[in-house]
């Protein structure tokens, strides 16, 4: 039997060096510092700000979240301060926390992703990049830029041109065909690590009043619902590339986070999971060494490589 006491949380993705595997994932954690009187900072292997764009955007029409069975569904719109704001006003505050701070870009064109990234290329505090690529191209008739593989490569090699700081993640969009294709054309474009997955596109109406029940026609789908079908992506992608992968989708309790860690993940973020229980990144932090002494193991790397051994 293992003991708590020699159990190591750390885990590397990429040249990033973190305390555990505990990520907070975009767009459910704020900024950051408004979890601050929940969650003690210094304890979560990282977190990733909500996502950041060339312009303040004001966001979609309420409502903007609904609940569905076993998860959410949400269309904010992208809302943020824009990333001279972040730079200005958010990052000072951030400074004073020991955890890596993962900023997360996104655009409606490859400038602007570029843009978003020289801006923060000046700052300082940040620990990575993280790119949302399930962004419509508006030069290409709105088609998102992460389902198909010429797109991913031509945004992650100008990305990577302006990132010349920082590793760069970028975070994969689920509904593609084959998402091996996908990850590999952002490796082989200089990615430095791929995070699976975004939310999956949906929609919930009330047929009384025929409306959305969302301000907008659809949103993203996220929770426990959607658990199964990252599960499955992440091992996929973990097989297509020799790049670290980051897992989400539906983290909820500590066996969701060793499951992602079996199939290949070296770090899981957790999402809507925040929504329900604010304190949840710290809480799984909490539980991780019990967990492994319980699958007895000691080390992140030796649950990485537990199902890979046995299934392939
Ligand atoms: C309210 C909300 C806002 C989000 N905003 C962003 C965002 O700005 N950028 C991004 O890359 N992902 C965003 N996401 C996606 C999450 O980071 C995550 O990929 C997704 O919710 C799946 O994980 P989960 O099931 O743990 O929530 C958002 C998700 C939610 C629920």
Redesign the pocket.
């Known amino acids: 039997m293992t003991t708590a006491a020699a159990i190591d949380l750390s885990t590397s993705v990429g040249s990033l060096r973190l305390r555990n595997p505990i990520i907070a994932?975009?767009?459910?954690f704020g900024y950051g510092a408004e979890f601050a009187h929940l969650v003690n900072l210094n304890a979560l292997g990282a977190f990733v700000v909500?996502?950041l764009s060339r312009e303040p955007i004001e966001g979609a029409p309420a409502p903007r979240?609904v609940e569905t069975a076993s998860g959410?569904l949400?269309a904010?719109g992208?809302q943020n301060v824009g990333v001279r704001a972040f730079v200005a006003e958010k990052l000072p505050v951030l400074r004073k926390y020991d955890t890596p701070v993962i900023a997360?870009v996104?655009g409606y064109a490859i400038e602007d992703y570029v843009e978003v990234i020289r801006i923060l290329e000046d700052a300082e505090g940040l620990a990575a990049y993280?790119l949302?690529i399930?962004c419509p191209n508006v030069k290409k008739g709105g088609m998102q830029f992460g389902c198909d593989p010429s797109m991913v490569s031509e945004v992650v090699a100008a990305a990577r041109r302006a990132a010349a700081k920082r590793p760069l993640w970028v975070?994969l969009t689920p509904l593609v065909t084959d998402i091996g294709l996908i990850a590999r054309s952002a490796a082989e474009a200089g990615a430095d690590a791929l995070t699976v997955?975004?939310?999956f596109p949906a929609m919930a109406i009330d047929y009384r009043t025929g409306k959305s029940r969302l301000g907008n026609p659809t949103g993203?789908l996220?929770?426990p619902a959607?658990k199964p079908i990252t599960l499955k992506l992440v091992w996929e992608v973990h097989k297509a590339v020799k790049i670290p992968v980051v897992g989400?989708?539906?983290?909820e309790r500590v066996d969701d986070v060793l499951d992602y860690l079996s199939v290949g993940a070296s770090a899981v973020?957790?999402?809507?999971?925040s929504f329900s229980d604010p304190t949840v990144t710290q809480r799984l932090v909490n539980g991780l060494e019990d967990a492994i002494s319980q699958a007895k193991a000691f080390t992140i790397k030796e649950i990485m490589t537990n199902f890979s051994a046995k299934i392939g």
């Open positions: 994932a975009s767009g459910t909500k996502g979240v959410m949400n904010i992208l997360n996104f993280e949302n399930s975070k997955a975004n939310t993203g996220s929770g959607i989400l989708g539906g983290v973020q957790v999402g809507t999971a």
